[in-house]
């Protein structure tokens, strides 16, 4: 066992390029994303609700925009804020709606930091999250994907909104 914590280091040394990477921490995490998928797994057969032969291309747009919708409320609306306070430093608006932090921590702590400040990678477990939604509880998952697919939609049409007026003021 000690080989491999040393071979480990050794690899995490190698990779960092003397820059301070959390690679621990994103073990943590995928053991975490990887954990969470069994469970749901695990509660569907529990529940006899096996994933669908297929997914329509509706819900595929459907979980898309929503995705994204909930990916950005979550990793940058000051609402939000929150739940990503413990692992991120206030550090300014970013854009409209839209706050700019920064990690904090070392470790798992940064590690958690970097994924719910960053719409991108928490969009990965935001979309796992709606599929296995879908299979365990698919009308309230079917509501959350109409309520952000419409938040998204309402946000496309404020920013067209602001870029026509803008256009017309000129």
Do not use: N
Request: glycine residues 12%; hydrophobic residues 45%; proline residues 5%.
């Amino acid at each position: 066992m000690e080989r491999i914590r040393k071979w480990a280091h050794e690899q995490a040394a190698e990779y960092s390029g003397g820059e301070d990477r959390p690679l621990g921490g994103y073990l943590a995490l995928m053991g975490v994303y990887a954990g969470g998928v069994a469970g749901a797994a695990g509660a569907a057969r529990a529940l006899h609700r096996p994933a669908p032969d297929r997914v329509s291309p509706w819900d595929v747009v459907q979980l898309t925009v929503a995705t994204h919708r909930l990916s950005r409320t979550i990793s940058k609306d000051p609402v939000a804020s929150p739940l990503r306070a413990p692992f991120m430093r206030y550090a300014g608006l970013q854009a409209a709606g839209e706050l700019h932090e920064e990690v904090r921590g070392h470790g798992l702590h940064h590690s958690v930091g970097e994924l719910l400040g960053c719409p991108m990678c928490l969009a990965q477990w935001v979309a796992t999250g709606l599929c296995a939604g879908l299979v365990l509880a698919p009308t309230a998952t079917r509501m959350v994907l109409a309520t952000m697919t419409a938040v998204g939609g309402a946000d496309f049409l404020q920013h067209l909104y602001s870029v026509l007026q803008q256009a017309d003021e000129s």
